[in-house]
């Protein structure tokens, strides 16, 4: 895997709901979801009952696309990232880890009956205003 640069992690560690999109049959879906991030395995973890039409639609197509995004006024601090992923549900030891933390950081999570989902992140890009007006970082999964 090719070096995710620091400053995509951070961010991404920094925020809490992004935007997931699918898309089935050329009818595009999106939601947005609370999540949180294992960095090591660069794994971005979200809850949702099955029967909601995003995941219906996971079902049928595991490729997402999402965004994560901080809003702002201000030109000069606008950052954010758009990403593609592959999105399943998790089984076993990964399905342990991956609920260790999420419950860790959405603890209210545990009082309700959904299911965790996995996006396992395949491409990044980062729009970061900070470094200069347009500067965009890039991650691709190597193949």
């Known amino acids: 895997m090719d070096i995710l640069d620091k400053r995509i992690i951070k961010f991404i560690n920094k925020h809490h709901v992004l935007t997931l999109a699918t898309s089935v049959y050329d009818k595009p879906w999106c939601a947005n979801c609370f999540y949180t991030y294992i960095e090591n395995e660069n794994l971005l973890i979200v809850t949702s009952d099955i029967e909601t039409k995003h995941i219906k639609d996971v079902i049928q197509n595991k490729i997402v696309a999402g965004s994560i995004v901080l809003e702002t006024h201000i030109i000069g601090k606008i950052q954010g990232i758009q990403?593609?992923?592959?999105?399943?549900?998790?089984?076993e030891e990964?399905?342990?880890k991956v609920k260790i933390s999420y419950l860790k950081?959405?603890?209210?999570?545990?009082?309700m009956n959904t299911n965790l989902w996995i996006i396992e992140l395949t491409h990044i890009k980062m729009t970061d205003n900070l470094l200069g007006f347009g500067k965009k970082l890039l991650w691709n999964k190597e193949e």
């Open 83 to 91: 990403f593609k992923g592959i999105m399943y549900s998790p089984s």
């Open 94 to 96: 990964l399905l342990k």
């Open 105 to 111: 950081r959405f603890p209210f999570a545990s009082l």
